[in-house]
């Protein structure tokens, strides 16, 4: 079964650089997602992608963040100067043309620690 | 308001045996879905069921069925015949079909032990 990818399983980066989340979508989706999920909390919307721009996103998402679609392929989530509190596991996500009944397939996550 | 409500941060279940987890959900979107995800503890997010709005039968999904009632706004996640491996983070969602970004919200989710 296709599924979402997501690279690398864990990053550590030291506090004020940038750093880039790598995901792989479902080949045949259209919409992507980026989440982010603090340690024990619930999983928070970031950014939704579709036709090669930014569709929604949310107040976390700020000018520190970006994303980019650089080739027919990959999916990237960019921090440019990352903070403590950007620590957390980030989820990509791949849908195909949004109805209700269509779940958002996940990726396993990418696990960031800032030091 | 919170867009997703769950309301049991930790459930016990013995094994083989039924258990519910909650959710309520808060909107004024008449066109929505409800989505139950489960986040074992290696971290991954796995779709498990969906209940449309519309929808005039409850989901049901292998053990996985959803008691959808709408004019309570809840949508509890039923799991029969608990194993071992049900043990996990439950999150519910929604997704409104107003929303032309699609985003999903999620609650807080419920973790469930299933015990031998």
């Known amino acids: 079964e296709p599924e979402v990818t997501q690279t690398p399983s864990h990053q550590v980066t030291q506090m004020g650089q940038e750093v880039i989340l790598r995901c792989v979508p479902i080949?045949?989706?259209?919409?992507f997602y980026w989440y982010r999920q603090i340690l024990g909390q619930k999983v928070e919307f970031l950014v939704s992608?579709?036709?090669?721009?930014?569709?929604?996103k949310s107040e976390i998402f700020d000018d520190q963040f970006s994303v980019e679609r650089p080739d027919g392929s990959n999916f990237t989530l960019k921090i440019r100067s990352t903070k403590l509190e950007d620590s957390a596991m980030y989820f990509c996500?791949?849908?195909?043309?949004?109805?209700?009944?269509?779940?958002?397939?996940f990726g396993d996550g990418t696990r960031l620690s800032i030091l | 308001a919170q867009k997703i409500t769950q309301t049991q941060p930790g459930m016990f279940v013995q094994e083989k045996e039924a258990v519910t987890l909650d959710c309520t959900y808060d909107t004024s979107d008449p066109s929505y879905g409800l989505f139950w995800y489960k986040q074992p503890s290696s971290g991954e997010m796995i779709f498990l069921i969906y209940q449309g709005s519309y929808d005039q039968q409850n989901a049901t999904e292998g053990r996985y069925s959803l008691n959808f009632q709408k004019a309570r706004k809840s949508a509890n996640l039923v799991i029969s015949a608990s194993q071992l491996g049900d043990s996990a983070m439950y999150f519910c969602a929604m997704r409104e079909d107003q929303d032309t970004g699609n985003q999903f919200y999620f609650g807080t989710g419920t973790s469930l032990t299933v015990i031998p």
């Open positions: 996500a791949s849908s195909e043309i949004p109805r209700n009944n269509q779940p958002q397939h």
């Open positions: 080949s045949n989706h259209l919409y």
């Open positions: 992608f579709y036709n090669n721009e930014i569709s929604e």
